[in-house]
């Protein structure tokens, strides 16, 4: 692999994860951060892979260097799924809050502010 094109790292990870390689493939999108850190696709894949592992608190600090440096709408929007899988509520809020104000739009983010409304109508225990 050329080592500053994150295209052949994505693509390296895609085809290892296609052959169910999740390990192998983790490890390729982790040596690719670790020369094109800010690389929107490596983070969001290895955050979406992580999270698929039931590792969201790791998948979603994966993506905090990328929303504090160069947020986008899809970041914002995983990092709201993130945090409320995480059980912290006013991030989930925060985040999905700014998705929308960056114009983002797409049902994975409405069904997820369908949840936070419905969570938030439910009554204490």
Do not use: C
């Amino acid at each position: 692999l050329f080592p500053w094109d994150a295209q052949l790292y994505l693509v390296a990870s895609r085809n290892l994860l296609a052959q169910g390689a999740t390990e192998e493939a983790e490890a390729v999108l982790r040596d690719g951060l670790d020369r094109v850190p800010l690389d929107d696709g490596l983070r969001l894949i290895l955050a979406a892979q992580l999270e698929r592992q039931g590792e969201t608190r790791e998948a979603f600090l994966t993506l905090q260097p990328l929303d504090r440096l160069r947020p986008t709408g899809l970041t914002k929007e995983t990092m709201a799924r993130l945090a409320w899988g995480l059980g912290e509520r006013s991030q989930a809020e925060r985040h999905a809050r700014e998705a929308i104000q960056m114009g983002h739009r797409s049902p994975a983010l409405a069904n997820l502010l369908e949840q936070m409304v419905v969570a938030e109508e439910e009554p204490s225990a």
